[in-house]
């Protein structure tokens, strides 16, 4: 009853039905998984974000029975468990982006491990990259023009801009595949051009302006491994014990890519945008709002920034 509920878009009702079955089954997975997804539909469909903290709530306990071993009776409108598990991790990253986006980098990461659809759509990607820079990038990038801009180079600047490089090198790995799997798929093309200019953008930040072998990483990026969140550098590898270092997807000298890291740390909050979440035949897809973030600075502000150390 509860689902087709939600097919026929009648949310409230559904939702209501729904808190009614678990004051009696406060441990119904199946009516949990439909309040954590239904309330999420609801949120988008109608605009209203009132409905943001049931659908988070809900989805986190859902994915906390399902992975303690528990399982509904049945796993429809999803088609099994990791299906359910990938949209759960979707709902989780979508709603945790905006106020903590190192923890919806985890779910997305998550959720990109099931070998579902959501595996292959692009927008899986952007949001990945998205989380990363929002996140992760724009943590290190601020610490790094706090301790380290303008002041001579350290081995203690050195591990911060390997640190920095890290996230960099999951973006543009994030970006590559995003592009890749847009492909010629009509429904991406605008979108694809802008991760395109995204992902051109990041590269020639640790390649040095070059985007040479960049079409390469598109077409072979597919066949790697997803990589995991880096581990934060304790200490400098061997690679970056010169002034010139050779990062995992490039090369670049330190100081090059210290001033222009410094250059890129403004990093404003998320700005709003449209987009398609898919769902299943029960959960239809629906227009949602989807996060994009700023861009680095021009690269004009990179040569100022450059000039400007070189007076310290």
């Given at each position: 009853m509860v689902p087709m509920l939600y097919g026929e878009k009648k949310y409230a009702e559904a939702l209501g039905l729904g808190k009614e079955i678990l004051a009696d089954e406060p441990e119904n997975l199946r009516v949990i998984i439909d309040q954590g997804y239904g309330s999420y539909l609801a949120a988008v469909s109608l605009k209203n974000e009132s409905y943001n903290t049931d659908a988070l709530n809900y989805a986190r306990?859902?994915?906390q029975m399902i992975e303690s071993g528990k399982a509904p009776a049945s796993w429809a409108p999803f088609k099994g468990k990791d299906d359910t598990l990938a949209y759960l991790y979707d709902v989780v990253g979508r709603l945790t982006m905006?106020?903590?986006?190192?923890?919806?980098?985890?779910?997305?990461?998550?959720?990109?491990?099931?070998?579902?659809?959501?595996?292959?759509?692009?927008?899986?990607?952007?949001?990945?990259?998205?989380?990363?820079?929002?996140?992760?990038?724009?943590?290190?990038?601020?610490?790094?023009?706090?301790?380290?801009?303008?002041?001579?180079?350290?081995?203690?600047?050195?591990?911060?801009?390997?640190?920095?490089?890290?996230?960099?090198?999951?973006?543009?790995?994030?970006?590559?595949?995003?592009?890749?799997?847009a492909g010629n798929d009509a429904k991406y093309q605008t979108q694809k051009k802008q991760w395109m200019e995204d992902l051109s953008t990041w590269y020639k930040f640790r390649h040095n302006q070059s985007d040479a072998g960049m079409n390469e990483l598109i077409a072979s990026v597919l066949?790697?491994?997803?990589?995991?969140?880096?581990?934060?550098?304790?200490?400098?590898?061997?690679?970056?014990?010169?002034?010139?270092?050779?990062?995992?997807?490039?090369?670049?000298?330190?100081?090059?890519?210290a001033t222009t890291a410094a250059?890129?740390?403004?990093?404003?909050?998320?700005?709003?945008?449209?987009?398609?979440?898919?769902?299943?035949?029960?959960?239809?897809?629906?227009?949602?709002?989807?996060?994009?973030?700023?861009?680095?600075?021009?690269?004009?502000d990179h040569a100022t920034t450059r000039r400007n150390n070189r007076r310290h």
């Open positions: 306990k859902a994915i905006k106020d903590n986006p190192a923890a919806a980098l985890t779910a997305f990461l998550k959720k990109a491990q099931f070998e579902t659809d959501l595996k292959k759509d692009p927008w899986t990607y952007y949001f990945i990259a998205a989380a990363y820079e929002s996140g992760p990038y724009t943590k290190l990038s601020a610490d790094y023009k706090r301790d380290h801009e303008g002041k001579d180079e350290t081995p203690q600047s050195k591990l911060a801009l390997e640190n920095i490089n890290q996230v960099v090198d999951r973006m543009i790995d994030a970006y590559a595949r995003a592009v890749a799997l066949s790697k491994p997803l990589p995991p969140e880096p581990t934060p550098l304790t200490s400098l590898p061997a690679s970056a014990s010169t002034t010139t270092s050779t990062p995992t997807t490039g090369s670049m000298t330190s100081t090059t890519a250059a890129t740390t403004t990093v404003k909050a998320p700005a709003t945008t449209t987009t398609t979440v898919g769902a299943s035949s029960a959960m239809p897809a629906v227009t949602t709002s989807t996060t994009t973030p700023a861009k680095p600075k021009p690269r004009n």
